[in-house]
């Protein structure tokens, strides 16, 4: 095998790695506010997914459909807990396992039945599809809004740079009253 090889295999733990912490921490926030084993969340993400992209080709504005899906799959979600899950909050776990791998199986069949087994996407909003120079070549919107949200969020720093409100470029310099060390990143 060669180093290549090697390094993506590599990269392909430590991917699986990652896919099954998610899985392992979104089961245990589940339980652990909930108090049932919860399995189907996954397919309720996909059923939110295809009814937003549905909601999408109906609006033609992703904004709109986003605003009417939330509601919609609350009220999806609120309406299994009442009519399903909730007779199960004093049984054994086994039960709780049971009926929402059930609901996996009748969900999966309910999103072929509406909408098919075909792939579909929505296209990025123009907002977040243009490309700002931000130091690296073609970094695309989403980044930079995500950045600047990181660290523009207080303490007066400026998007992208790391000026306080004193335009001092180390505002971790603890030299003045009210510049604490840790106010830094």
């Given at each position: 095998?060669?180093?290549?090889?090697?390094?993506?295999?590599?990269l392909n733990?430590?991917?699986?790695?990652?896919?099954?912490?998610?899985?392992?921490?979104?089961?245990?926030?589940?339980?652990?506010?909930?108090?049932?084993?919860?399995?189907?969340?996954?397919?309720?993400?996909?059923?939110?997914?295809?009814?937003?992209?549905?909601?999408?080709?109906?609006?033609?504005?992703?904004?709109?459909?986003?605003?009417?899906?939330?509601?919609?799959?609350?009220?999806?979600?609120?309406?299994?807990?009442?009519?399903?899950?909730?007779?199960?909050?004093?049984?054994?776990?086994?039960?709780?396992?049971?009926?929402?791998?059930?609901l996996i199986?009748?969900?999966?069949?309910?999103?072929?039945?509406?909408?098919?087994?075909?792939?579909?996407?929505?296209?990025?909003?123009?907002?977040?599809?243009?490309?700002?120079?931000?130091?690296?070549?073609?970094?695309?919107?989403?980044?930079?809004?995500?950045?600047?949200?990181?660290?523009?969020?207080?303490?007066?720093?400026?998007?992208?740079?790391?000026?306080?409100?004193?335009?001092?470029?180390?505002?971790?310099?603890?030299?003045?009253?009210?510049?604490?060390?840790?106010?830094?990143?």
């Amino acid at each position: 095998m060669d180093f290549v090889t090697f390094l993506i295999q590599i990269l392909n733990g430590v991917q699986y790695g990652f896919t099954l912490f998610l899985v392992a921490s979104g089961l245990t926030l589940i339980f652990g506010i909930m108090g049932i084993i919860n399995l189907a969340h996954g397919a309720f993400y996909m059923v939110g997914a295809y009814l937003t992209y549905w909601l999408v080709s109906q609006t033609g504005n992703l904004a709109v459909a986003i605003a009417l899906g939330l509601p919609i799959m609350l009220v999806f979600g609120y309406l299994i807990e009442r009519l399903a899950i909730s007779f199960l909050y004093k049984r054994d776990h086994l039960y709780q396992v049971l009926l929402t791998y059930g609901l996996i199986l009748i969900l999966n069949e309910m999103q072929k039945i509406l909408w098919g087994s075909e792939f579909y996407s929505v296209p990025v909003p123009d907002i977040l599809s243009a490309s700002i120079p931000h130091g690296q070549p073609g970094l695309s919107g989403l980044p930079v809004v995500c950045d600047c949200g990181l660290h523009g969020r207080g303490g007066g720093y400026v998007c992208g740079d790391r000026q306080d409100q004193t335009g001092d470029d180390d505002p971790g310099r603890g030299d003045r009253p009210g510049n604490d060390p840790g106010d830094g990143y």
